[in-house]
Nanobody, 124 residues
Framework: QVQLVESGGGLVQAGGSLRLSCAASGRTFSTYAVGWFRQAPGKEREFVASISWSGGYTYYTDSVKGRFTISRDNAKSTVYLQMNSLKPEDTAVYYC?????????????????WGQGTQVTVSS
């Protein structure tokens, strides 16, 4: 079993930055791909970014490319999402998720474990 806890959300002005963290428990976390998803009010949850178990492969949705960076520190069992140049449309609850099969794809069904989410609000 893996438990995930997100942190680092908050209120920021447009153009600002936040760094989200996803801390995991469980010995096998370092072998899992991890993804970040987000859900805005009234909208479906959507893929944001993912990273392979080694950190050697990353994948981003087009709307965040060049602004967000996903990284991981397996020694700390933590995955990060650095978010720069934030826009009001980035406002959402952000979730991290772990994929045992290490596919690191963009589909929610590929992920086996989910955190509770952290709120990110970007004011204009």
């Amino acid at each position: 079993q893996v438990q995930l806890v997100e942190s680092g959300g908050g209120l920021v002005q447009a153009g600002g930055s936040l760094r989200l963290s996803c801390a995991a428990s469980g010995r096998t976390f370092s072998t899992y791909a991890v993804g970040w998803f987000r859900q805005a009010p009234g909208k479906e949850r959507e893929f944001v970014a993912s990273i392979s178990w080694s950190g050697g492969y990353t994948y981003y949705t087009d709307s965040v490319k060049g602004r967000f960076t996903i990284s991981r520190d397996n020694a700390k069992s933590t995955v990060y999402l650095q978010m720069n140049s934030l826009k009001p449309e980035d406002t959402a609850v952000y979730y991290c998720a772990a994929d045992q099969q290490n596919s690191g794809g963009s589909y929610m069904a590929q992920y086996d474990y989910w955190g509770q989410g952290t709120q990110v609000t970007v004011s204009s």
